[in-house]
């Protein structure tokens, strides 16, 4: 059997992570480098299988991918460096595409079928391309039903499509490429022979059992609709015979905690105010919200009241060991620490939103480009009208929202941060009420 040295230099890197993470504690990122390192070893895998050789160059590619993919999640780097998922993920997605553009015309090479060069390429691009978006959808699964945060906004979501199929575009050209300069004829019947294998299958699968297959697939389907609705189900109500809130102001700098209530996270004093900490140091892109109620005896919006909330907050750009998260907000309409609204302004990818989270899990209603930096004295202002909501930074008004549900509650100040937010100041406004 022929080893591969460059391939086996980068599964040595994943097992040094791996001895590494477990030298200093880190039991996950452990188990993520040591899961790179046996989904590494699928080649060999493939090797013995289809019996016959693969390809140095088709080995190393996919090995690199699997490395650069496992290394970073288990070393935090997609939390540490802000656009490191623009980096990875255009690779992972490029490197599939080089892939079956190889595949494709090493089975063409092997068999003698007439394939055209420029279709093998546009059938690799094409489905680097579909990989990238399917994996959004990953993303977005992810999220609505575990709040794992992995799209952070629009923004982000569509930047990565976009790096994706940039990807694949110039990936499928280099695939081509180095497909007629390096692989040798005997390297290229190699590929046709995996390529068949590969093939053979999943059409065997899908002949024998392909009624049961799309019936499963159609039931997933509609499972998962199902469940996406049912996930939001038995949302608190408010609790009946609270006193309406009235107007209250703060000044976080003379008296901290005075008529406030932690509902959640670590909410610690200092010469900048009422600051949300992580004390408990959690690893970077782990980073939980923290959520301060104000006058936690009455509630706001009641019987068609209008209240105004301002806060000035000053968000710590962190050391960069440490994380990026720079996000902070005003939550309204709270029933608990996992039901409630926020208006939420983020410093690492500059946009105001607002949002709605259901048992912990976040939902859009609005977002728009909005930026700010770290290290900065910002004043957010909401303003709650029935169900119409609007959102405002330095006084500069940045959207109004209509029909938003259940905006009556109480009110607090939200924050997840990688270093500290903290609050100077704050005040609610009772504007008017219903029927004044």
Same mark, same amino acid.
């Given at each position: ?54 390809? +140095? ?38 490197? #599939? ?9 090493? /089975? ?39 709040d794992a945060n992995l799209q952070k906004s629009n923004a982000d979501t569509m930047t990565d499509i976009i790096s994706n199929d940039i990807g694949a575009f110039v990936a499928t ?33 899908? +002949? ?21 609705q049912w996930v939001d189900r038995d949302t608190p109500a408010l609790a009946s015979g609270?006193?309406?809130? @009235? ?8 008296? &901290? ?42 509630? /706001? ?17 962190? &050391? ?36 709605? /989270? @259901? ?12 930026? #700010? ?26 959207? #109004?929202?209509?029909?938003? &549900? ?31």
């Amino acid at each position: 059997m022929r080893h591969h040295w460059e391939s086996w230099l980068l599964r040595l890197v994943l097992l040094s992570v791996a001895t590494f993470q477990v030298a200093t504690g880190n039991k996950d990122g452990a188990i993520v480098a040591g899961e790179g390192f046996v989904v590494s070893l699928a080649p060999l895998l493939m090797q013995r299988l289809a019996g016959t050789h693969v390809p +140095r160059l088709l080995e190393l590619v996919f090995v690199f991918g699997m490395a650069l993919q496992f290394i970073s999640e288990s070393t935090k780097l997609f939390e540490l460096f802000t656009y490191w998922d623009k980096v990875v993920h255009p690779a992972l997605v490029a490197l #599939t595409g080089m892939i079956a553009a190889w595949f494709l015309l090493g /089975y063409r090479d092997a068999f003698g079928k007439r394939v055209p060069v420029h279709l093998a390429g546009v059938f690799g691009m094409l489905l680097a391309m579909a990989v990238g978006a399917f994996w959004e959808f990953v993303e977005f699964a992810s999220d609505w039903f575990g709040d794992a945060n992995l799209q952070k906004s629009n923004a982000d979501t569509m930047t990565d499509i976009i790096s994706n199929d940039i990807g694949a575009f110039v990936a499928t050209l280099l695939g081509l490429w180095l497909y007629t300069r390096f692989f040798t004829k005997n390297q290229r019947r190699e590929l046709g022979l995996i390529a068949l294998w590969v093939a053979h299958g999943p059409a065997v699968l899908v +002949r024998r059992y392909g009624r049961w297959l799309g019936t499963t697939a159609s039931v997933g389907f509609a499972g998962i609709l199902f469940l996406s609705q049912w996930v939001d189900r038995d949302t608190p109500a408010l609790a009946s015979g609270l006193p309406a809130g @009235v107007s209250r102001a703060w000044d976080f700098v003379a008296d &901290p905690l005075s008529d406030t209530q932690v509902l959640s996270g670590d909410w610690v004093p200092d010469e900048r105010g009422i600051c949300r900490e992580n004390l408990e140091h959690p690893k970077p892109g782990s980073e939980k919200m923290g959520l301060l109620e104000l006058a936690p005896e009455g509630v /706001y919006g009641v019987g068609g009241q209008t209240y105004r909330v301002e806060a000035r907050y000053f968000e710590e750009r962190p &050391p960069l060991s440490q994380g990026s998260e720079m996000d902070v907000g005003i939550a309204f309409g709270i029933r608990d620490d996992k039901d409630f609204h926020l208006l939420e302004q983020s410093a690492l990818h500059d946009i105001l939103r607002l949002d709605r /989270y @259901v048992h912990g899990r976040r939902r859009d209603l609005r977002e728009k480009l909005f930026r #700010t930096h770290g290290n900065e004295w910002h004043v957010l202002r909401l303003d709650v009208s029935g169900s119409t909501v609007s959102g405002s930074v330095d006084g500069l008004n940045v959207f #109004t929202v209509d029909g938003v &549900p259940d905006t009556d509650g109480s009110v607090g100040l939200w924050a997840r941060a990688a270093a500290a937010t903290c609050f100077s100041a704050a005040s609610i406004s009772v504007v008017a009420n219903g029927g004044s």
